[in-house]
């Protein structure tokens, strides 16, 4: 099941950045963490290969076992990767964006957190050739009651996160290489040498996106400002677009628990 599209709530757009505010019913959040974001979580493609790639060398019943207690691992949940998978679902199901390496798969310690770029993949556009380009991505995600909330702010903000995405080349290139690394033999190769032609032609032809998760009262002021600053000298190439996704009152402190609850559903279908 895919994520709702939401309830538009206010739109602060200022080309070429487009900004705009969504709430959700706890129907739909719910809808959303048992269906896309458990998806997500749970990682199923990367578990599919990589149950085919370990079915080749299982040999007995006890190295079956052992390959089912690898893939049987689940993530450690946590309020913000909830968040991120939200993110991650809305820009999937409705913006024609695939997320092929989730950052989960770099993480050598079951309880880490990634490091960089939150989300690294392509956007598929309606150009007649070369029809994918690079699509990066930020998320927050905050209960403070504040408007903006601080995670908005700073040097490892929402705002400059997504300037050093929209003006600094060799931040782009360390992603561009990153999913390079990752694109051999991959059934995702072809988007890859599609996105990477545009991206060498033109290094401002990328996608951006800004994700906040809230569970507060909509306000514009949570984007408004960010829209204005971000559209400042922004290149022609380069297409941003900013979501607030705001969820039911006090849901961000109950989302690990709620999306541990669904992939434990999602477990037991498997």
Same mark, same amino acid.
């Given at each position: 099941? /895919?994520?709702?599209?939401? /309830?538009?709530?206010?739109? /602060?757009?200022?080309?070429?950045?487009?900004a705009?505010?969504?709430?959700?019913?706890?129907?739909?959040l719910?809808? %959303?963490?048992?269906?896309?974001?458990?998806? &997500?979580?749970?990682?199923?493609? *990367?578990?599919?290969?990589?149950?085919? &790639?370990l079915? *080749?060398?299982v040999?007995?019943?006890?190295?079956?076992?052992?390959v089912?207690?690898?893939?049987?691992?689940?993530?450690?949940?946590? !309020?913000?990767?909830?968040?991120?998978?939200? =993110?991650?679902?809305?820009?999937t199901?409705?913006? !024609?964006?695939?997320?092929?390496?989730?950052?989960?798969?770099? +993480?050598? !310690?079951?309880?880490?957190?990634?490091?960089?770029?939150?989300? %690294? *993949?392509?956007?598929?556009?309606?150009?007649?050739? !070369? $029809?994918?380009?690079? =699509?990066? *991505?930020e998320?927050?995600?905050?209960?403070?009651?504040?408007?903006?909330?601080?995670?908005?702010?700073g040097?490892?903000?929402?705002?400059?996160q997504?300037?050093?995405?929209?003006?600094?080349?060799?931040?782009?290139?360390?992603?561009?290489?990153?999913?390079?690394? #990752?694109a051999?033999?991959?059934?995702?190769?072809?988007?890859?040498?599609?996105?990477? =032609?545009?991206?060498l032609?033109? $290094?401002?032809?990328?996608?951006?996106?800004?994700?906040? &998760?809230?569970?507060?009262?909509?306000?514009?002021?949570?984007?408004?400002?960010?829209?204005?600053?971000?559209? =400042?000298?922004?290149?022609?190439? /380069?297409?941003?677009?900013?979501?607030?996704?705001?969820?039911?009152?006090? %849901? &961000?402190k109950?989302?690990a628990?709620?999306a541990?609850? %669904? +992939?434990?559903?999602d #477990?037991?279908?498997?």
């Amino acid at each position: 099941m /895919t994520i709702s599209v939401g /309830t538009e709530v206010y739109n /602060t757009d200022m080309p070429p950045v487009t900004a705009r505010g969504v709430s959700y019913t706890e129907a739909e959040l719910n809808a %959303a963490l048992a269906g896309s974001v458990s998806r &997500i979580l749970r990682d199923h493609a *990367g578990t599919a290969d990589l149950q085919a &790639i370990l079915a *080749g060398v299982v040999t007995t019943d006890f190295s079956d076992q052992s390959v089912k207690r690898v893939l049987s691992q689940r993530p450690t949940v946590e !309020n913000w990767r909830v968040g991120e998978g939200l =993110a991650e679902a809305y820009l999937t199901d409705h913006k !024609n964006c695939q997320f092929p390496w989730p950052s989960g798969r770099d +993480l050598k !310690n079951p309880g880490a957190s990634p490091a960089g770029t939150d989300l %690294a *993949g392509f956007q598929e556009t309606d150009s007649v050739s !070369n $029809s994918y380009r690079f =699509a990066f *991505g930020e998320v927050k995600t905050s209960a403070q009651e504040s408007w903006p909330p601080n995670v908005m702010d700073g040097r490892h903000g929402l705002q400059k996160q997504l300037e050093a995405l929209r003006d600094a080349t060799d931040v782009k290139d360390a992603l561009v290489k990153y999913l390079g690394h #990752h694109a051999g033999g991959a059934r995702w190769l072809a988007r890859y040498q599609s996105a990477a =032609a545009r991206y060498l032609a033109d $290094s401002s032809d990328v996608s951006l996106f800004g994700v906040l &998760i809230r569970d507060v009262k909509p306000k514009r002021e949570d984007l408004k400002k960010r829209t204005e600053l971000l559209a =400042a000298n922004c290149p022609s190439q /380069t297409s941003i677009e900013l979501r607030a996704l705001y969820l039911p009152r006090s %849901a &961000i402190k109950t989302l690990a628990k709620r999306a541990a609850k %669904a +992939l434990e559903g999602d #477990h037991d279908e498997e």
